[in-house]
C-alpha cells in the first residue's frame, strides 16, 4: 500500500512546469502527506484538458453516505480496478496525476522499532503517482455548497528494490506514460499496462529517522537520514 508521501524538494515554479498546473493552485512543499490531506494533482476538464487541481487523498465515490469511506479507499489494487464499482467507475472517467517525490514505507525489525524508508526515482526527481478521482455531493446540504473531490492512489506488486520490506508499492508513472494516463481516448487495455511496478534500476531508497512516523507531522526532518545505530554493550 502507500501511506504516507513526500512533495518535499522542488521549488514551486518548477512543478507549474513540469506539469502545467496554472497560477490558481497553491503549490507548497510536504514531507510527510497522510490520508484525508489535501494532495497537489492533475486532473482533466469534460472536454479532457489537463488542469492542476487539488483533491483529499481517499476516494468516495459519488454513491457514498458518508465522506468518512474515503479512509477505507486511499489506495486501489491495480489488479482489481476494473472489478470494484468505485475504481471501475472512476477508471472510466476520471484519472488523474498526484504530484510527488518519493513514498515512505516502514520496515519489521524483531524486537526492534520499525525502520521507515523513504522510497523514490533515482536521482529525486518528481514524479506522478497513477491516480483516480471522484466527485461527492453532501446531500443533507443542499444546493449551493463546494461538493467534495476525492482520490486514490493506484498500487501495483513491489520491484525487487522495497520488496523486502513490502510486498506492494504506488505505481510511479513515467514521464512519457502521463500524458497517456489522463487522455480521455486512451484504451483501456493500454490504461492497465502502465499499472507496472517501477524498474529496479530507477528506484532508490533513504532510511530516514522517526520525525515521519507521526502522521500530523509535517517537517524537514521526515526526510533526515536514519541516526547510525550504536550495537549494544554486551555483559559478561
Known amino acids: 500500500m502507500c501511506g504516507r508521501y513526500s512533495l518535499a524538494g522542488p521549488d514551486p515554479s ?3 512546469e513540469r506539469f502545467t498546473l496554472g497560477d490558481e493552485v497553491e503549490v507548497r512543499r510536504r514531507w510527510n502527506v497522510a490520508p484525508g490531506d489535501d494532495v497537489l494533482a492533475v486532473t482533466t476538464d469534460r472536454a479532457g484538458a489537463p488542469r492542476g487541481d487539488v483533491l483529499r487523498w481517499g ?8 465522506p468518512k469511506t474515503g479512509y477505507k479507499m486511499i489506495n486501489a489494487r491495480a489488479e482489481s ?3 470494484r464499482p468505485p ?12 504530484i510527488a517525490d518519493g513514498f515512505y514505507e516502514w520496515e519489521r525489525r524483531p524486537g526492534l522499532p520499525k525502520q521507515p524508508w523513504w522510497v523514490t526515482r533515482a536521482g529525486g526527481r518528481p514524479f506522478a503517482f497513477a491516480g483516480l478521482w471522484a466527485i461527492w455531493h453532501d446531500p443533507s446540504r443542499g444546493d449551493g455548497v463546494e461538493p467534495l473531490r476525492t482520490c486514490t492512489i493506484l498500487t501495483t506488486e513491489a520491484n525487487g528494490k522495497p520488496e523486502p520490506i513490502h510486498d506492494r508499492m504506488p505505481v510511479m508513472l513515467p514521464p512519457d506514460a502521463e500524458h497517456a494516463w489522463i487522455d480521455h481516448s486512451t484504451p483501456r487495455e493500454a490504461l492497465l499496462e502502465l ?3 517501477l524498474p529496479d534500476k530507477a528506484t532508490a531508497m533513504l532510511a530516514v529517522g522517526p520525525a515521519v512516523n507521526d502522521a500530523r507531522y509535517d517537517g524537514p526532518d521526515c526526510l533526515a537520514p536514519a541516526p547510525v545505530e550504536e550495537p549494544q554493550a554486551t555483559l559478561f
Do not use: G, K, M, N
Not at 87 to 98: P, V, Y
Open 14 to 16: 518548477v512543478l507549474r
Open 59 to 66: 476516494l468516495v465515490p459519488h454513491w457514498a453516505e458518508s
Open 81 to 83: 480496478v476494473t472489478e
Open 87 to 98: 475504481f471501475r467507475d472512476a477508471l472510466a472517467t476520471r484519472r488523474c496525476l498526484i
Open 195 to 197: 499499472l507496472a511496478p
